[in-house]
């Protein structure tokens, strides 16, 4: 199976192929950015695919992050995986940043305690907990920085995200301190492994936003109707 994943919506904007009768990642770009994901996107995957000498009937799947996080950076995302889709009438599949951030620890070492958490600011963070075997023990949520610490100080575990030093402020005295990967964006080859396990009836491309946005229409200042 050939997958194109793609991924901006946090702060890169990164795809990658992985064909897994290989078993490797055939080619993958990254970019750390915290906006213009709409206008990189397309020439990124572009070139990767120029690169990889594959048009986009080779692909057999796309994949890509459907929050939270930005919530421009994710309707970019998720409008490119749909468009290629239609387009080459491949199928797509969503996965949550949470689950592609924490992956890789799950990997190595599916034994611990991975927390993914996420700076959704206001001294708030988006925050999803797993225990062995990639279980969840926390659903993904949004959270206080205080209720966050409350799930995840329970021993020894990683934190991984933007957020990871934020609980560190109202982290407990006597609990072990955490370790931190205060990386701002999942691994896009992560991306695209989960992608390619994961089952395109349980994963619609859907975006993940988990609270309302920042910016409202302001009624009062509607013209009335005539």
């Known amino acids: ?3 194109l994943a793609i991924d901006t919506a946090l702060e ?9 009768e290989q078993g490797e990642i055939v080619g993958s770009e990254s970019r750390p950015m915290a906006r213009g994901h709409a206008e990189a996107i397309m020439p990124l ?15 057999d799947r796309i994949a890509v992050t459907t ?11 998720i409008s490119a995986a749909r468009g290629i889709g239609l387009a080459a009438r491949k199928p797509v599949v969503g996965l949550t940043t949470l689950a592609a951030l924490a992956a890789p620890y799950i990997a190595a070492d599916d034994t611990a305690s991975v927390a993914s958490v996420i700076d959704a600011r206001h001294d708030h963070v988006y925050v999803q907990m797993f225990g062995p075997g990639g279980r969840t023990l926390v659903s993904a949520r949004i959270a206080t ?15 991984v995200g933007s957020g990871a030093r934020l609980l560190l402020q109202t982290w407990p005295r006597l609990q072990p301190l ?17 992608g390619a396990a994961a089952d395109e009836s349980m994963a619609a491309p859907k975006p993940l936003y988990l ?4 910016a409202q229409p302001q009624d009062a200042a509607q013209l009335p109707r005539r």
């Open 178 to 194: 955490p370790l931190i990967d205060e990386r701002r964006a999942p691994d896009i080859g992560w991306v695209a492994r989960l």
């Open 12 to 20: 890169a904007c990164s795809a990658a192929l992985l064909d897994t």
């Open 145 to 159: 920085l205080r209720e966050a610490t409350r799930f995840t100080a329970t021993g020894l575990i990683r934190i």
């Open 211 to 214: 609270r309302a946005p920042d």
């Open 67 to 77: 929050g939270p996080g930005s919530f421009t950076g994710l309707r970019v995302g």
């Open 1 to 3: 199976m050939r997958v």
């Open 45 to 59: 995957i572009a070139r990767l695919m120029d690169k990889a000498g594959l048009e986009f009937d080779d692909i």
